[in-house]
Nanobody
């Protein structure tokens, strides 16, 4: 129902910044929540941040004050501004979108790698 494409990952030094973007297509008018998750090898995928259709964000504790999620409804795009990056932020980051009447898990993008290393 919804197709997601992420961009913006890469290699950055500790303390640096990156901005991830995710563009949605398809039944975007049905999206009520968008978010970013991350996963490292051998661990389950975890929520980083999500934002609902009225613009209310929720953050995982370790990224509060460092990451900011925003949703550009006009362009069907959600972004994640990541500042003060730490080595622990290294992971594959996935965009997620949940649509009205859809399954609880929602739709996923293909992922974009973020590596924080000196």
């Amino acid at each position: 129902q919804v197709h997601l494409v992420e961009s913006g990952g890469g290699l950055v030094q500790p303390g640096g910044s990156l901005r991830l973007s995710c563009v949605a297509s398809g039944k975007t008018h049905m999206i009520h929540d968008m978010g970013w998750y991350r996963q490292t090898p051998g661990k389950p995928r975890e929520l980083v941040a999500h934002i609902n259709y009225v613009g209310r964000p929720t953050y995982e504790d370790s990224v509060k004050g460092r990451f900011t999620i925003s949703w550009d409804n006009a362009n069907d795009q959600v972004s994640l501004q990541m500042n003060s990056l730490e080595s622990e932020d290294t992971a594959m980051y996935y965009c997620n979108a949940k649509v009205a009447g859809g399954d609880a898990e929602g739709s996923w993008g293909q992922g974009t790698q973020v590596t924080v290393s000196s």
